[in-house]
């Protein structure tokens, strides 16, 4: 079956502009985690949403916010970029029911911001 | 609130040589645990995991783990690397009631030939 599909890959964009990525999961699976990769903070969880629904936040401005769609796929937006925003954004789907569901993970897509 | 410690962030090796990569974890809940590679310009992917019962944990590729928990650390083993398995390695905890992840910093495994 098909993986975790991220779109774009590659993402440039200018200060203070805003960029929205998309991330299509696993079919069947309804838990969309999200996540901030940097060679300086490593890997960090933005948000994660089930069933249309945000269940964790992790500890990032409100700039960055994340929706979910009836059909589980998921999307994450920034607003007004600033140059640390540069990162790896890595999306991670799995069943979500409860107690432990592996996570499957995109292969990203890497923000440039200038 | 968990975290995850690595050891080490870099890990050179020589080809057909032994290696263990640290990992120790902190949290105040059950946790479940996990190693995840990552290959250049490449998402994450499992590589084992610890839920419960027996404490030591194997890869197809020839990697293990053993969950200490009085020691709590789950370090990375393999008895013979691969020029292959030049990557970088992240253990991962997560606490049993959901499916957030928290990463250690990460190790680079470089194998040399």
């Known amino acids: 079956k098909a993986g975790v599909t991220q779109t774009p890959r590659y993402l440039i964009k200018t200060r203070g502009q805003q960029v929205t990525l998309s991330c299509s999961p696993i079919s069947g699976h309804r838990s969309v985690s999200w996540y901030q990769q940097t060679p300086g903070q490593g890997l960090q969880f933005l948000f994660e949403y089930f069933s249309e629904t945000q269940r964790n936040k992790g500890n990032f401005p409100g700039r960055f916010s994340g929706r979910q769609f009836s059909n589980s796929r998921s999307e994450m937006n920034v607003s007004t970029l600033e140059l640390g925003d540069s990162a790896l954004y890595l999306c991670?789907?799995?069943?979500?029911?409860?107690?432990?569901?592996?996570?499957?993970f995109g292969q990203g897509t890497r923000l440039t911001v200038v | 609130a968990q975290s995850v410690t690595q050891l080490d962030s870099q890990v050179p090796v020589f080809e057909e040589a032994p290696v263990e990569l640290r990992c120790n974890y902190s949290s105040s809940v059950s946790v479940y645990l996990f190693w995840y590679v990552q290959y250049p310009n490449q998402g994450l992917q499992l590589l084992l995991k610890y839920l419960s019962g027996s404490t030591l944990v194997e890869s197809i590729n020839g990697f293990e783990a053993e969950f200490n928990k009085s020691q709590t650390s789950f370090h990375l083993r393999k008895p013979s690397v691969h020029i292959s398995d030049t990557a970088e390695y992240f253990c991962a905890v997560s606490e049993r009631a959901g499916n957030m992840l928290t990463f250690g910093g990460g190790t680079r495994l470089m194998v040399k030939p």
């Open positions: 991670a789907s799995s069943l979500g029911l409860g107690g432990y569901t592996e996570a499957f």
